[in-house]
């Protein structure tokens, strides 16, 4: 049965100078043909721009005035013809040619995703692809962007298609061997040529996930959270931060007593805020529940702050003084009201036991821009050598398959060589795990790659 053709806007909804209507489908062309006023309908230029009246396909009604593109498949984003109408980015425009749209026959609106799904089921972009699209669509920093792209133009796709390749030609060396080997005599050192290829691959894999999960990080967001006393600042320099009321101020201790998250554009990188309850000792059931989500949001944290008042920094509670380790950065805040004798003593002792301090004043803003480009300077120190990279897992199930990939060849070097289908059984789940990050997973080409090696039956 014929599939059927596809449309949508797919610019963003609303006014706007321009908007995108794409077609997609077998019968896409007749939006071309039968949707523009023009003399020479059958001379349409793939990707070339016509500027032309937009009109309804029966009463000839005039639309709008816009650029027509052409799109034939295959060398199209789906890979079926696409064409696309460039209209007026008015409300009753965009309607118009969408309402004209379906009133063609085998035509109706596309379902979430659905040009995307297309270009999957034709091949044209694989799953990490995908993903990478869609997180180039919803990036909002600089880093999230590159990193979004460089997966989206396949820069996962390429190393994991090529280790699953390489596990297949291993198989196909194990099958041959299996059906083969005593009537066509094949060589016995192809069998420890395939067990060298999979440790020289189980190590690649290995390095390649020993990556500080930094990928992960930003696409998700580079988690810091603040932790203190309570009336330490923390709220206030969240609002700072925010440049607005995101977090409640008061002189009240427990004022603060849930999580509160603030996304923060730093350097280029996402940044995820979280304000928590001031730590202390106390017998308040809510409060103890802050205190524990606190902690909990501390252990998630990828960076961990501490703020402690210059005036309570020598006697503070012992639960505050339990999160300030090596790990942890101290701001020693309330500056202003602190003699330049008190700060640097304090900045002495505290520096002992912390990764880095800072002092500031969230009241007249004194130290937080060094306290601001002393992050950006630690974010790049982190994660601009590993962001050089080209191949970043971004994702949890990335990382799980690549994890089962690596458990099936470390059963296939342990399997002993008396039980050859077993270890071709363990390569199959290898290939297997590394073709479900991609969504390739093909038995044929097991097949493929056995007769392009091997001249059997020869």
Partial sequence: ??????????????????????????????????????????????????????????????????????????????????????????????????????????????????????????????????????????????????????????????????????????????????DFGEDEQIDQGATETAIQEVMDMREAILKHLDDKRVGEIVRNGVKVTIVGPPNAGKSTLLNMLAKREAAIVSDIPGTTRDVVEVTLNLGGYPVVISDTAGLRESTDVIEKEGMKRALSRLDQADIKICLIPLSDWDRLDQIVHDVVDKNTFVILTKQDLADDGMVEKAQNQVAQKARGVWTLSCKTGQGVDPFLNDMIGLLKTTFDDAMSSPALITQARHRRHLQDCVEALDQFLATPSEEIVLAAEELRQAANALGRITGRVDVEDVLDALFSQFCIGK
């Fill in 1 to 178: 049965m014929l599939r059927q053709t596809i449309y949508a806007l797919s610019s963003a909804p609303g006014k706007a100078g321009v908007a995108v209507v794409r077609v997609s489908g077998p019968r896409a062309k007749q939006a071309l043909t039968s949707c523009t006023a023009s003399s020479t309908r059958s001379s349409w230029r793939p990707r070339q721009a016509y500027f032309r009246s937009i009109q309804h396909p029966h009463t000839r009604a005039p639309l709008d005035r816009g650029l027509v593109l052409w799109f034939p498949g295959p060398n199209s984003f789906t890979g079926e013809d696409i064409v696309e109408l460039h209209v007026h980015g008015g409300n009753a425009v965009v309607r118009s040619v969408l309402d004209a749209l379906g009133e063609f026959p085998d035509f109706r609106p596309a379902e979430q995703g659905e040009f995307a799904k297309r270009a999957f089921d034709n091949d044209k972009l694989d799953l990490t692809e995908l993903e990478g699209l869609a997180d180039l669509l919803n990036a909002e920093t600089e880093a999230q962007r590159q990193l979004a792209l460089r997966q989206a133009e396949g820069g996962l796709r390429v190393p994991y298609e090529r280790w699953r390749e390489q596990i297949i030609r291993c198989m196909a060396i194990m099958e041959a061997v299996i």
